[in-house]
């Protein structure tokens, strides 16, 4: 268990008993680039994460250090003043370092070993999870209080100081998570509720289809903001008080079809489409329904392909592998696009199985090895005995 590990790195190498502190993964079950238009979204967080061993120290610095993906041991003082370091995540811990001497918040001496078992860069948001747990950490060392709602967003202000333009879903997700549930986000007023997952008999797969993200995606992302927001000028015109395409309906579009382009038009029908799969899929999780839970997963997976076109072949082709095997009730792909990761629900029955047929069928289809992580959610930053 990577807990004990980290737990028993910090008592060999540091004096105290730690604190140890979960911050989990996230999964997003359905609304897919709804947040940038201010629409709805449905992750969760999940039972892998990163796990953080922090006690407060006597000597006027933080210091950080991994075992495990980069090992490394950065030392901040307490002023935000640090050693050229080389590992990516020291960029996080500065800026949220930085973020913090600037609010004057007061930063106690603090040991800090950390680790986990979030695979990087499939999805589950690990940056996220690395921002908030350590925001949270440092609060449980310095003794002062800091609202969840608060360390969202200074986990955002660090991504954005490092050049990643998120949304507050991933921290949302992560800070806010509930076992058993799905996390309902407003994106527009941040108001958000629990849905409960009733399936019972069936699980969660995750199957990272080992494309890697291409350096086209940040532009190509930008091409789509760059189209709803072209929507949403043209409605203006019609309904001035408009201002996101969250509140744009299909009868809008339809108004001003003649004056936008096509392109624009079909990313725009799909963002609205989107946010109303996010509705039905709060009903039918609550419902219990899986059939008609696989069946939104598969309508938002196509339309993504069709009218979004931000998948790949490859992530097409375990789609349609799903659809043909017993047991997948539905498949997705997850997250920004071009790469990545499909979200599977399965016939716990029918797991083992039906994992290595779409396994076999995908490697014999790419000549790619996909890999496979179950998921179960879980709650969100907690204190972790």
């Known amino acids: 268990m990577i807990h004990k590990e980290i737990a028993s790195y910090f008592k060999e190498n540091y004096t105290n008993k730690p604190t140890i502190i979960k911050a989990p993964g996230r999964i997003n079950l359905i609304g897919e680039h709804t947040d940038y238009n201010e629409g709805l979204v449905l992750p969760a967080s999940i039972e892998k994460g990163i796990y953080f061993a922090v006690a407060s120290n006597d000597k006027n610095r933080i210091q950080v250090e991994t075992f495990l993906t980069q090992p490394e041991k950065i030392v901040f003082q ?20 930085e973020i913090l001497v600037e609010k004057e918040y007061p930063l106690k001496g603090m040991d800090c070993v950390f680790g986990g078992d979030i695979p990087i860069g499939s999805g589950l948001s690990s940056s996220a999870a690395l921002c908030c747990g350590f925001i949270y950490a440092i609060t449980k060392v310095s003794d002062k209080k800091i ?57 969660w797969v995750l199957v990272n289809s080992n494309i890697k993200h291409n350096l086209a995606v940040d532009s190509e992302y930008n091409k ?23 509140d744009v ?5 339809s108004t001003v079809k003649n004056d936008v382009s ?21 009903k039918v999780l609550t419902d219990g329904d899986a059939n008609a839970v696989g069946a939104v997963l598969k309508e938002g997976h196509w339309a993504m392909s069709k009218e979004y076109e931000i998948t790949t072949s490859e992530l097409d082709a375990l789609v349609k592998i799903g659809e043909n095997l017993d047991g997948v009730l539905g498949s997705r792909m997850m997250g920004g696009g071009f790469g990545g990761c499909t979200i599977n629900l399965m016939k716990t029955e029918n797991l083992d199985t039906g994992i290595k047929s779409m396994l076999k069928q995908y490697k014999e289809q790419t000549n790619i090895d996909a890999e496979y992580y179950h998921l179960a959610i879980d709650d969100g930053v907690k204190m972790f005995e």
């Open 262 to 282: 096509a392109i624009d038009a079909q990313r725009a029908k799909y963002v609205i489409e989107e946010n109303n799969r996010v509705r039905k899929m709060m």
């Open 78 to 97: 307490l002023n935000g003043e640090h050693n050229i370091f080389k590992s990516f995540w020291g960029n996080y811990f500065k800026a949220i370092i």
């Open 147 to 203: 609202s969840r709602e608060d360390i969202a967003l200074i986990a955002q202000e660090a991504e954005h100081k490092i050049g990643l333009n998120c949304g507050l879903m991933d921290q949302y997700a992560v800070l806010f998570g509930k076992k058993g549930n799905a996390f309902f986000l407003d994106c527009k007023d941040l108001s958000h509720s629990y849905i409960p997952i009733n399936l019972e008999g069936y699980s």
């Open 249 to 253: 309906t299909l009868e809008d579009l």
């Open 224 to 246: 789509r903001r760059v189209s709803c927001e072209n929507i949403v000028k043209q409605v203006q015109k019609h309904r001035p008080e408009i201002t996101s395409l969250r």
